[in-house]
């Protein structure tokens, strides 16, 4: 199999994008905010041209071909990688409404469900729930971190204050 | 002398009399240090209201435990996980993780404990006994020696690069320019912030570092029905590999000295930290490495250098905040903070109106790792078995507490999803061959380096030469120069005998 060189051209593209969209936010700025980031990003600028070069002469040589195949493969499906993606942009989301237990609960949940392609959901349930809990237990009942919280800390915390 | 002799004797063993504070304090250190975003400074504050309600020796002790408990905690989700639980213990993983994917991850435990321990007590007896001595770095750090020190860590980037020059060097100088994120320091201009006010103060490391390691690692497992390497051989839990991770730590206890000396003298400069500590440590130990090409592949000396170092630093960071009053770091601010609660004056005076307290922290650093490492070493054999938890359960487990974790610092959502943007940079680079250490290495020491090139600049009217202008400046100049040709003169003069030696 050829080489994946357009996976591997995400990287310095992002870099590239970055790096110029970074310099239009300095370019009418006082040399104190410019110096450091035009010497940094100049030697970014650089490295990413030598790699694009050498890129284009792999491809010209025939050694690479411009496929995402180390990026993204029929992997991420059968693994369930791209359920646990969505599942985590969920928790990500989810967890400033729901809080910290319910929101962990869920995520925990589906994601050991779809990983697991939907065997043993009885012993996935109990073990999402008992680290959730433990969780809650730890962080926010014995440490009182400031977790994000919703309808099951301010719930145990009235139960808790009321003894 | 013998004065002081017989204090230290007698602050020794009352410290010893603390061991119910010390013991329970080593575990609770461990849990917050290996978890992102849950630092021994963090812990210190939330607990501030216990702390000030405790006797000042009791408070000392309980805080620098914790303290050197953390820094021990953070690497062992490091060696195990590949998710380092401090920036400081970032460096890590590069031979930690390597081993535990062996099957060694037992052995890995045990190296980082005992160059752990042993790094961190040896610091602090010559902390103890040299700390006038020492003080004085600080005062001759500037701003140009301080660019050399971070150019030190930085050119660890090149090490990693090794394997493919032009890709570690993108991965680096795109952590660089992550780093630069934020307004700039004279004008607050704001730069690179994509119109997020979150990101006016900068790129916030725990996201960064969560998103990097731990949730791109945990994209990355699933593939595996284990962490260890399925023709690993399975091992129940047994004293066998624990003693022989110990051997082979002891076996290099030279390493352990210097490198752990390298951490404390960066730790007395005050603001830079385990971070820096751990990458210059690594990058100087395969420096002079006879061995260089086996670093990042799970040798033991790219284990055993980050670990010592970062405990280094934590004996270096209490000597300016004894003699000088200046907090050294996060850590030792908040201890300033709670030992002035108290009544405690920090600064040269200490030594003569309460020698039990500057001793003391000192001692309860010592008691604490030496109580360490009987208490931690035999749990190795069980901390290891992680690695055979299987991945579907592992993974959810590691990407919920590490992302919420990120949210802790500074207590903005924003910071979450920060951690998984970071989560898919770190994936990207990891399967398409960029090292994700080296974009770590950028985001943390980028803003330092142009702090302090501004500073330099700033003061010699923008005269770049100021960089060769101080006589210390020059002399870690040279050795840097050093430090990066030395490896391409050994790798030549190693390429030149085995062309010489005729093949058999």
């Known amino acids: 199999m050829k080489r994946q060189l357009g996976g591997e051209l995400v990287i310095p593209i992002l870099a590239i994008v970055f790096t110029l969209y970074y310099f239009s936010t300095i370019w009418n700025s006082p040399w104190t905010a410019q110096v450091s980031a035009f010497m940094v990003g100049g030697i970014l600028l650089l490295v990413c041209g030598i790699f694009i070069l050498r890129c284009i002469v792999w491809l010209g040589r025939g050694e690479g071909s411009l496929g995402v195949g180390n990026l993204f493969s029929m992997d991420d499906i059968r693994t369930g990688r791209i359920g646990l993606l969505a599942t985590t942009v969920g928790f990500c989301f989810l967890i400033e409404p729901l809080g910290f237990t319910l929101a962990t609960f869920l995520f925990l949940f589906a994601s050991m469900v779809i990983l697991a392609k939907g065997r043993r959901v009885p012993f996935i349930l109990v073990l999402s729930a008992l680290i959730a809990f433990a969780g809650w237990a730890v962080f926010i009942w014995a440490f009182d971190t400031r977790f994000p919280k919703g309808w099951f800390e301010v719930t145990m915390k009235a139960l808790l204050s009321n003894g | 002398m013998g004065e002081t002799a017989s204090l230290l004797v007698e602050v020794f063993f009352h410290t010893i009399g603390f061991w119910w504070v010390i013991i329970p304090t080593i575990f609770l250190g461990l849990i917050v240090g290996g978890i992102p975003g849950f630092s021994a400074a ?228 005050p603001g830079a930290g385990a971070s820096i500590a751990s990458f210059v440590a690594y990058q100087q130990s395969r420096t002079y490495s006879k061995t260089p090409e086996k670093y990042g592949t799970g040798h033991p000396e790219g284990l055993i250098a980050p670990e010592s170092a970062n405990n280094g630093v934590t004996s270096g960071t209490l000597v300016p905040l004894l003699v000088l009053g200046i907090p050294g770091g996060a850590t030792a601010a908040i201890m300033l903070v709670v030992m002035q609660f108290h009544g405690v004056g920090f600064g040269p005076s200490l030594f003569q109106r309460q020698p039990e307290v500057g001793y003391g922290m000192f001692m309860a650093m010592a008691v604490a790792y030496l109580f360490m490492f009987f208490t931690i070493l035999p749990l190795s054999r069980y901390m290891s078995h992680v690695t055979t938890v299987p991945t579907i359960y592992l993974a959810p487990l590691i990407i919920s507490f590490t992302l919420v974790g990120g949210f802790v610092p500074r207590e903005y959502m924003f910071d979450m999803y920060l951690a998984l943007a970071f989560g898919v940079l770190g994936y990207i680079a990891r399967r398409t061959g960029y090292h994700v250490a080296a974009i770590l290495i950028g985001v943390i020491l980028g803003p330092l380096l142009e702090r302090y090139f501004l500073l330099a600049l700033k003061k010699s009217g923008g005269d770049i030469t100021v960089l060769f202008s101080s006589t210390l400046g020059n002399i870690l100049w040279i050795a840097l120069a050093i430090s990066l040709l030395l490896p391409v003169w050994f790798e030549r003069r190693r390429k030149r005998q085995a062309t010489e030696v005729p093949a058999e």
């Open chain 2, 42 to 269: 963090n812990t210190i504050i939330i607990l501030m209201p216990l702390t000030l309600a405790m006797d000042v020796e009791t408070g000392i002790v309980f805080m620098v435990t914790l303290y050197c408990a953390a820094r021990m905690g953070a690497g062992i989700p490091a060696i195990l996980v590949n998710i380092p639980g401090t920036a400081g213990a970032a460096a890590t993983p590069l031979d930690g993780y390597p081993m535990a994917k062996a099957g060694k991850g037992q052995q890995a435990l045990s190296i980082s404990f005992v160059a752990s321990c042993i790094g961190g007590l040896l610091t602090t007896l010559i902390a103890l006994a040299t700390m006038p001595l020492l003080a004085r770095v600080g005062f001759y750090m500037h701003s140009v020696e301080m660019i050399v020190v971070m150019l030190f860590g930085i050119s660890l980037i090149a090490s990693i690069a090794a394997q493919d020059m032009v890709k570690g060097l993108i991965a680096g100088f795109l952590g660089l320019m992550i780093g630069s994120i934020g307004t700039d320091v004279v004008y607050a201009t704001p730069r690179g912030t994509m119109g997020f006010l979150e990101l006016y103060d900068g790129v916030p490391l725990i996201p960064a570092l969560v998103g990097l390691f731990a949730v791109s690692e945990a994209f990355l497992i699933i593939e595996k029905r284990v962490i260890i390497s399925e023709d690993a051989e399975p091992k129940s839990p047994n004293w066998h590999d624990t003693f022989e991770g110990v051997q082979i730590a002891l076996s290099r206890w030279w390493h352990i000295v210097w490198t752990s000396l390298i951490g404390l003298v960066i730790g007395v400069i």
